[in-house]
């Protein structure tokens, strides 16, 4: 890793930075445009009341704190559920933040299509299913304590405990035992103590895999130990005891790549899956994956198109929820994203058996999730009907160079080397 990369300092979440940080929510019209600060949440029975005031900066003392996700996910449920609620939408801003993303907001109100406004609205509006998923909320994550700690937590790690997640940062941290201190890379990790407060533990990094201990080897086959390396969950459940309780439960498991530690979920704090994509899962798929296993699903309709699609679906630990893999599209399938940025000679050429070949594109490059230009090429797999990157000729073509620039130095030291046996012989 180039020295200035690992001199970086890491970027710090507004939340820690600014002690004085609150979220609050906006109330969207779509109908009519507008936009509201919630300054109140209201609750009679199955009423559900909406107090608002004008998202200006001066009102911020006024604006509604999040601070309990699951009771705010509980209220939009019930708001969201009267007839009168269709063109609503909350979202989930900084409180500074509010004044400057209800201007983005009311540029929909000129055009529905505004990108800036487009942008606001998907980047902050919030669900009851989102906020159901929060398992930890800002003010409990006692981010000032780590602070003085010296350790920073980035937004990417703090949606992380905040969802319950594996944290991947290590940070330098030393500790004292008794008189004696001591020093270790740890990271991050929310739970709740037997009182049911929340408290941030401190998990030690190891240097080898933690199922390679004695008390490990016979529980992982060859092949599971090599799915927990990649980060995958097995496909089934492990009796494993509870790291703050001690007390032996099934759970799911999979390897932290940062610490080298095992992360389990116990069985019964994971919802029974009985819809997946509205697709209704039958008893034998239930049953299967109440045991830890995976079921393949199939007929999943897509949003505002005709493709279905089908694949395996189990549940991974590493974001704590049922995903699908090994996706099959009814008919060839380019993600939103990446059809976005095609014209149409790339789209047909991509649908092409040939596929597109981006390393050509120099006009119009085709942009990786990392903003860079991909080399590679994009075709359809005829098996899945999706998109494939292939980068086999971007590798020959590395390893090439490669051997090129060897063959070159070879070149260049050996006339070198002949002079050197010349003087050894005069010698």
Request: hydrophobic share 30%.
């Amino acid at each position: 890793m180039p020295e200035e990369n690992q001199n970086q300092k890491p970027i710090q979440a507004p939340e820690q930075a600014d002690p004085k940080y609150k979220e609050t929510l906006l109330l969207y019209n779509e109908q009519n445009g507008a936009v509201e600060a919630v300054s109140d949440l209201k609750q009679s029975g199955n009423q559900y009341k909406v107090t608002t005031t004008q998202p200006l900066t001066a009102n911020k003392p006024a604006f509604y704190e999040l601070r309990n996700s699951s009771a705010v996910a509980a209220f939009i449920k019930g708001f969201m559920s009267q007839e009168n609620a269709k063109p609503f939408h909350f979202l989930k801003v900084a409180a500074d933040k509010a004044s400057e993303v209800t201007q983005s907001l009311l540029r929909l109100a000129d055009n529905p299509k505004d990108p800036e406004g487009l942008k606001a609205l998907y980047d902050h509006r919030v669900t009851s299913y989102q906020l159901e998923k929060v398992k930890f909320d800002t003010p409990d994550l006692k981010l000032q304590e780590l602070k003085e700690m010296g350790i920073i937590v980035t937004p990417k790690e703090l949606e992380a405990m905040k969802h319950g997640l594996p944290t991947t940062d290590l940070h330098d941290v030393t500790l004292k035992i008794g008189n004696i201190p001591v020093a270790g890379q740890f990271a991050l990790h929310p739970y709740k103590d037997m009182n049911g407060d929340v408290q941030v533990g401190l998990t030690s990094a190891l240097p080898r895999p933690e199922f390679e201990r004695e008390e490990y080897r016979m529980m992982f086959s060859t092949s599971e130990k090599e799915q927990l390396l990649a980060g995958k969950t097995p496909d089934r459940l492990y009796e494993l005891p509870n790291p703050h309780t001690g007390e032996k439960e099934w759970c799911f498991a999979t390897l932290n790549p940062a610490t080298n530690r095992l992360v389990t979920i116990p069985k019964n704090e994971v919802p029974d899956l009985r819809y997946f994509n509205g697709v209704r899962l039958d008893d034998t798929q239930q049953n299967e994956l109440a045991l830890g296993g995976r079921v393949f699903v199939e007929g999943c309709s897509m949003r505002g198109s005709d493709i279905t699609y089908s694949g395996k679906v189990g549940f991974d630990v590493l974001s704590n929820e049922y995903k699908m893999t090994d996706y099959q599209f009814s008919r060839p399938y380019i993600s939103p994203q990446l059809d976005k940025q095609l014209d149409e000679r790339q789209r047909t050429a991509l649908l092409s058996p040939e596929g597109l070949d981006c390393s050509k594109e120099k006009e119009h490059p085709i942009l990786g999730k990392n903003g860079k230009a991909l080399n590679c090429i994009l075709r359809i797999d005829p098996r899945s009907n999706g998109v494939v990157y292939d980068f086999s000729q971007q590798r020959r073509q590395e390893q090439q160079e490669k051997q090129e620039q060897k063959a070159e130095k070879a070149q260049e030291q050996a006339p070198d080397q002949g002079q050197g046996q010349g003087r050894g012989r005069k010698r």
